[in-house]
């Protein structure tokens, strides 16, 4: 149905930045990351599916927290995980 594709992204009217650039969940183990992404409900930053512990998505799963903004310089975009939507902004 695609007029919800878009729910979860369209209810967001102001891109989250992120705090700080690093994944606050591997600072603590100290784990490398690989990109960063911040949830745009509760505005944490954590990281993508291609670092090992992929902290967003799990974020994502626990939390409920459906839509991630890419945290990297330059990116602008959105993710909805229950939807598997992007979307640039
Ligand atoms: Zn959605
Ligand atoms: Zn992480
Ligand atoms: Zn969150």
Redesign the pocket.
């Known amino acids: 149905m695609a007029e919800v594709?878009?729910?979860?992204?369209d209810a967001i009217t102001a891109v989250k930045p992120p705090q700080r650039r690093e994944c606050d969940e591997c600072v603590k183990i100290r784990a490398p990351w690989v990109h960063l992404r911040t949830c745009q409900k509760c505005g944490v930053t954590s990281c993508c599916d291609d670092s090992p512990n992929r902290h967003a998505s799990q974020h994502a799963r626990t939390s409920k927290h459906?839509?991630i903004a890419s945290a990297e310089p330059g990116e602008r975009w959105l993710y909805?995980y229950?939807?598997e939507?992007f979307a640039e902004y």
């Open positions: 594709t878009y729910s979860h992204i459906p839509v909805c229950p939807h939507a």
